[in-house]
């Protein structure tokens, strides 16, 4: 499984953001899907979680009530969408893959895959 994630940009306090992760390979829907994110220095950090269907989602506290992950697997594709955005948003953004399918997974150990990450900037 290979995972593409784009969407990233420099943008104001306040603003929305809407990142992608797209995965290749016919087991997507298989697969819990998560985001995290990571500054210079500090360790990766838990964002959010959504299980194989998309039915069971699992928030950070730093980011819940203006986040929502979801998921398309027709598209092969995870969605991140961040509202009211905060300065301290900013970090390069990971998506992964688990083959938990079900499984709640905040930590970086129980996923397999990793994308490339995608820089969101969020000035003041």
């Known amino acids: 499984v290979q995972l593409q994630a784009s969407g990233g940009g420099l943008v104001q306090a306040g603003d929305s953001l809407r990142l992608s992760c797209a995965a290749s390979?016919?087991?997507?829907?298989?697969?819990?899907m998560g985001w995290f994110r990571q500054t210079p220095g500090k360790e990766r950090e838990f964002v959010a979680f959504?299980?194989?269907?998309?039915?069971?989602?699992y928030y950070a506290d730093s980011v819940k009530g203006r986040s929502t992950i979801s998921r398309d697997n027709a598209k092969n594709t995870v969605y991140l969408q961040m509202n009211s955005l905060k300065p301290e948003d900013t970090a390069v953004y990971y998506c992964?893959?688990?083959?938990?399918?079900?499984?709640?997974?905040?930590?970086?150990?129980?996923?397999?895959?990793w994308g490339q990450g995608t820089q969101v900037t969020v000035s003041s």
């Open positions: 959504i299980n194989w269907s998309g039915g069971s989602t």
């Open positions: 390979g016919r087991t997507f829907s298989r697969l819990a």
């Open positions: 992964a893959a688990s083959r938990r399918p079900n499984g709640l997974a905040t930590s970086t150990a129980l996923y397999d895959y």
